[in-house]
């Protein structure tokens, strides 16, 4: 079973840039989908990138635009480059597959602050 955990989150100010990363422990080859997920407080986990073998991706309308996944089978790396954020982002954002099942598990997350 494929783990993913993520790393890079911080703080930054509204209208600012930061890069999360995505360390594999498996390959990513032969799954169908990957994702990264955000969880704001009092609320629940949500996808908000998605993308597959076939290559499409898809984002939630919250980051359309703003934000980006990359992915680099070879070295079974994710990354999402997150631009012009705003305070609405802070959250833990974690990568995973796509879809999640019952088996699925989850690392700890990181924590991105965005401050106004």
């Known amino acids: 079973q494929v783990q993913m955990v993520a790393s890079g989150g911080g703080s930054v100010q509204a209208g600012g840039s930061l890069t999360l990363s995505c360390d594999t422990r498996?390959?990513?080859?032969?799954?169908?989908?990957v994702g990264w997920y955000r969880q704001v407080p009092g609320k629940e986990r949500e996808l908000i990138v998605d993308a597959y073998q076939n290559r499409t991706t898809h984002y939630a309308d919250s980051v359309k635009g703003r934000f980006a996944i990359s992915i680099y089978s070879d070295r079974n790396l994710l990354l999402l480059q997150m631009n012009d954020m705003k305070p609405e982002d802070t959250g833990v954002y974690y990568c995973?597959?796509?879809?999640?099942?019952?088996?699925?598990?989850w690392g700890p997350g990181t924590q991105v602050t965005v401050s106004s």
């Open positions: 498996g390959s990513i080859n032969g799954i169908l989908g």
């Open positions: 995973n597959v796509v879809p999640i099942t019952p088996r699925t598990s």
